[in-house]
């Protein structure tokens, strides 16, 4: 009998599973790479040396003038140790890139789920110099071979982008998730000198807007962590001079101290709850040395009342970083209160029947109207757990390394 249970539960599994991976294929398709490779001659390469990449699905119809540059996410390096175990992965090397990658969400190219942005030019731009695009230091040591040049390796990619037509280009966006969306922050006003003056450009950071406060063990983690990510790769001169010249440059790092100077209209689309920030900022392993924090990382329904209270607290730090933003409608703002980290890429978050929605608008509705200046959108969501249409991450145990 036992067995009979085990065999139709098994194969009950294994419907589902093909299921999904059906679903998977209907909503998302493969794009091939592309190597810069001419970059290599001007030193934009990756940690290893190599040269960078993206993936490009070509605009078509009226969007065939419109241009999406979304940057990938990977977190960062902040010493030769760290960077050298990067260098031969695909977070380091084009070398370790796959060929193709999955474009769903606002990546997509069907209508139905990606209704202002599916006839674009989309691009995904490989994250290989971990500290993003910031970088640029000339001498390579010849023992680790390691370069940092992520501020060349930006440029390199974009001009690689306007030779292919975006010089032509109507509309423009720098997007973003996760380091990539701190990339499209660090990065909007760059971009927005480095198209033509008559093209419409906005940036979105999708998880990008990484908080400096202290962790449960009352250190500054992530502070210590991001002026040792500038200082090794160089940074200091590639971020916005309006900051570094009133604070010190590991302080630039964080969209919270320079973001209001942005000149660039900016959408920021985060959840307050953020599963990276809570997993490294507030409860990173080295202030949690008893694990007292782990099952509580990997799902927050696993979370103590104590626990929540402490994010609950993190969520009040978070909400006053960003006000620092300041209140202009060209600021999208929409902030749910999900345990999520990057809702723009997956279909399920940007735009589906469960999508998580802010004022009944998904994130798809509320990013369209702003950039398309049909309405502003400037939405914070109510405390956990308020939102019952959240997509809350519950991460397998060795998910997500820490910082």
């Known amino acids: 009998m036992q067995k009979m249970v085990d065999g139709r539960w098994s194969q009950w599994l294994y419907l589902l599973v093909c299921g999904l991976q059906i679903l998977l294929k209907a909503e998302g398709f493969n794009v091939g790479i592309t190597y810069v490779e001419?970059?290599?001659?001007?030193?934009?390469?990756?940690?290893?040396?190599?040269?960078?990449?993206?993936h490009f699905d070509k605009g078509f119809g009226a969007g065939i003038n419109n241009w999406l540059v979304h940057i990938e996410g990977g977190g960062w390096c902040n010493n030769v140790t760290t960077c050298l175990s990067r260098k031969n992965t695909r977070l380091g090397s084009s070398k370790q890139m796959v060929k193709e990658v999955a474009f769903s969400g606002m990546?997509?190219?069907?209508?139905?789920?990606?209704?202002?942005?599916?006839?674009?030019?989309?691009?995904?731009?490989?994250?290989?110099?971990?500290?993003?695009?910031?970088?640029?230091?000339?001498?390579?040591?010849?023992?680790?071979?390691?370069?940092?040049?992520?501020?060349?390796?930006?440029?390199?990619?974009?001009?690689?982008?306007?030779?292919?037509?975006?010089?032509?280009?109507q509309n423009a966006i720098l997007s973003g998730c996760s380091a990539g969306g701190l990339t499209s922050i660090l990065h909007c006003d760059k971009?927005?000198?480095?198209?033509?003056?008559?093209?419409?450009?906005?940036?979105?950071?999708?998880?990008?807007?990484?908080?400096?406060?202290?962790?449960?063990?009352?250190?500054?983690?992530?502070?210590?962590?991001?002026?040792?990510?500038?200082?090794?790769?160089?940074?200091?001169?590639?971020l916005p001079a309006s900051c570094t010249s009133r604070l010190s440059p590991g302080l630039c790092?964080?969209?919270?101290?320079?973001?209001?100077?942005?000149?660039?209209?900016?959408?920021?689309?985060?959840?307050?709850?953020?599963?990276?920030?809570?997993?490294?900022?507030?409860?990173?392993?080295?202030?949690d040395p008893h694990g007292t924090w782990h099952s509580c990382k990997l799902d927050i329904n696993n979370c103590s009342p104590s626990q929540l209270q402490i994010m609950q607290?993190?969520?009040?730090?978070?909400?006053?970083?960003?006000?620092?933003?300041?209140?202009?409608?060209?600021?999208?703002?929409?902030?749910?209160?999900?345990?999520?980290?990057?809702?723009?890429?997956?279909?399920?978050?940007?735009?589906?029947?469960?999508?998580?929605?802010?004022?009944?608008?998904?994130?798809?509705?509320?990013?369209?109207?702003?950039?398309?200046?049909?309405?502003a959108f400037q939405k914070i969501d109510c405390p956990y757990p308020c939102n019952p249409t959240c997509h809350n991450r519950v991460f397998e145990p060795n998910d997500q390394p820490e910082v």
């Not at 993003?132 to 940092?148: I, Q």
């Not at 998880?207 to 160089?234: C, L, M, Q």
Request: hydrophobic share 40%; glycine share 6%; charged share 20%.
């Open 253 to 287: 790092f964080f969209p919270q101290y320079m973001a209001r100077q942005i000149q660039t209209p900016l959408f920021i689309i985060n959840a307050a709850y953020d599963s990276w920030q809570i997993k490294n900022i507030l409860a990173p392993g080295v202030a």
């Open 38 to 54: 001419n970059a290599v001659a001007k030193g934009a390469v990756c940690l290893d040396g190599s040269p960078p990449a993206y």
């Open 107 to 169: 990546l997509s190219n069907k209508q139905k789920f990606n209704p202002d942005f599916y006839n674009w030019n989309r691009i995904k731009v490989r994250y290989c110099d971990g500290a993003s695009f910031t970088g640029d230091v000339e001498a390579v040591n010849p023992a680790t071979n390691l370069h940092f040049r992520g501020a060349r390796v930006f440029l390199a990619v974009i001009d690689d982008l306007l030779a292919k037509g975006m010089k032509s280009a």
């Open 191 to 238: 971009f927005r000198t480095l198209i033509p003056m008559d093209t419409k450009v906005k940036c979105f950071a999708d998880a990008g807007y990484f908080i400096n406060t202290n962790d449960v063990s009352g250190r500054k983690h992530i502070e210590t962590f991001y002026n040792e990510v500038v200082a090794t790769h160089g940074s200091s001169k590639n």
């Open 313 to 375: 607290s993190f969520r009040l730090q978070f909400l006053n970083a960003v006000s620092g933003l300041g209140n202009s409608t060209s600021r999208g703002l929409f902030i749910d209160s999900c345990y999520a980290h990057c809702q723009t890429e997956m279909q399920e978050t940007w735009l589906r029947a469960d999508s998580p929605v802010l004022g009944k608008t998904t994130i798809a509705k509320a990013v369209g109207d702003w950039y398309y200046d049909r309405s």
